[in-house]
């Protein structure tokens, strides 16, 4: 395999890469649209975006799986900076959800 189809932007722009990414950055989205629109109270009974919010961040990790089973051999270091961009915006997703304990 040649340099350039395993370097990170060439791994980046696979949809086993992208997808991942997109969904967080959705279900991202969908919370600060949440809070933007009824603000930072916590509702009694969980709502579509709390259940959407929920669809999007699980629904990712076969994805992330296949990804990694099938990048990690191939392009190691390419491959974990693609994860590390994606733990970053996992943690973008989650953070305020624990922060505002929504």
């Not at 990414?21 to 600060?32: D, F, P, R, Y």
């Not at 999007?56 to 990048?71: D, E, N, R, T």
């Not at 051999?73 to 390419?78: C, E, I």
Request: aromatic content about 6%.
């Amino acid at each position: 395999m040649n340099q350039d189809s395993s370097s990170f932007g060439a791994v980046l722009r696979h949809p086993c890469a992208l997808l991942p990414l997109a969904m967080s950055l959705v279900a991202l989205a969908l919370v600060l649209g949440h809070i933007a629109l009824y603000g930072p109270a916590r509702e009694a009974d969980e709502g579509a975006v709390a259940h959407l919010w929920q669809l999007l961040m699980a629904g990712q990790l076969p994805v992330l799986a296949f990804f990694a089973i099938k990048w990690l051999p191939r392009a190691t270091k390419p491959a974990l900076g693609v994860l590390a961009l994606q733990a970053v915006a996992v943690l973008a997703a989650v953070a305020p959800v624990f922060l505002l304990n929504l």
